[in-house]
């Protein structure tokens, strides 16, 4: 492959030439000034918080219906993960709840795009700058989707994304990225990336190993360049399901909100008979997933927090009802007219 030839040949296999292409291109898709590769998402999640200074005693508002992923990150950095639930429609954090769970110790938001849609960000920016709090989107689950036509990842003071080989831009490992507008924060972000430092064997802060590898970034350079096309091909199938699938009346299909864009990195529907619905597609040679079966308050983990089953009910409604059918980039009509006519078959059994 040319890509791993290139980089391979130079003999510079960190922080390097393919690291610094790649963060200019995602840079300019996400209409950022900055973008600064991070060895994964979580990583670039926790670097954010510690970048805007974000630690013990601090409060993070996050969904109550997330990958818990995004409260490891609040962890992480020493404060508490502050759980908020979500819309019922668009299963994104809801705006309004959000003032309701702020409180002296909160310093940020942490909206996740969930599944691939936006979130209402012109709402939860004004909340932010009302209580004069930090705001750093979640958004490896959403490049390239918009609200108000602004794109995600753009709006935040500093926002983190995975490119775990899942997303819609994947790398063939563990990667991730902080984008920004601002030079000051992308200038420490790369600084805590790297072990605290700036300047080979100086470090000015405690830092970390986390620095996106060159190989991954010769990678995503090429992948990014078809997005936006995958993109389009993941929204035509999520349409043919949609057309489909919306006459099923014991089925709920996903609902984007007319200000938001979706880019369906997951199709999920919600179904009451999930359990019963996932065996029969399996019969069928149809794999799904639940995502997210449990959510962070309820996990062994966060037993801490003294969370109970009920806390958050509509975050555990959704984990308990929502199926996530299959969906990706090339997949033949025939193949999602196959699940569709296996979900048509079930319920009409």
């Known amino acids: 492959m040319p890509a791993f030839e290139s980089f391979f040949d130079k003999g510079w296999y960190i922080l390097g030439e393919e690291v610094n292409v790649f963060e200019k291109a995602y840079a300019a898709f996400n209409q950022t000034q900055h973008a600064i590769g991070i060895s994964n998402g979580l990583d670039a999640l926790h670097i954010a918080l510690r970048t805007l200074e974000i630690g013990s005693g601090d409060e993070v508002i996050i969904p109550s219906n997330t990958y818990i ?29 959000i003032e309701a769970a702020i409180t002296k110790h909160t310093k940020a938001i942490m909206p996740v795009h969930l599944y691939g849609q936006a979130c209402n960000m012109t709402t939860i920016m004004a909340i932010a700058e009302k209580h004069g709090l930090h705001v750093i989107e979640d958004n490896a689950q959403a490049h390239g989707a918009t609200w108000a036509g602004k794109i995600t990842g753009s709006w935040g003071d500093i926002n983190a994304t995975s490119f775990y080989p899942g997303k819609n831009l994947g790398a063939l490992g563990d990667a991730g990225a902080l984008t920004t507008h601002s030079d000051a924060l992308a200038s420490k972000a790369a600084m805590l990336r790297n072990y605290g430092s700036q300047k080979k064997y100086y470090n000015e802060a405690l830092g970390f190993n986390s620095r996106l590898d060159e190989c991954q970034a010769a990678f995503l350079s090429i992948k990014l360049k078809y997005l936006m096309e995958w993109t389009q091909q993941r929204q035509a199938i999520a349409a043919r399901y949609q057309a489909a699938l919306s006459r099923i009346e014991a089925i709920t299909v996903p609902y984007c909100h007319p200000d938001a864009t979706h880019v369906y990195h997951l199709y999920v529907i919600r ?41 958050f009910p509509i975050a555990e409604e959704l984990a308990d009802t929502m199926l996530s059918l299959p969906l990706w980039p090339g997949m033949k009509e025939e193949q999602v007219d196959y699940v569709i006519a296996a979900i048509n078959n079930f319920f009409k059994k």
């Open 69 to 97: 992923a995004t409260a490891l990150a609040v962890s992480y950095a020493g404060a508490t993960p502050v759980f908020v639930e979500p819309d019922a429609a668009t299963y994104n954090i809801n705006p309004e709840a």
């Open 271 to 311: 179904c009451a008979e999930r359990k019963a619905l996932q065996h029969a597609l399996a019969e069928k040679g149809i794999g799904t997933l639940v995502h997210y079966p449990v959510p962070p308050h309820l996990q062994e983990a966060y037993q801490h927090l003294g969370y109970k089953k009920g806390a």
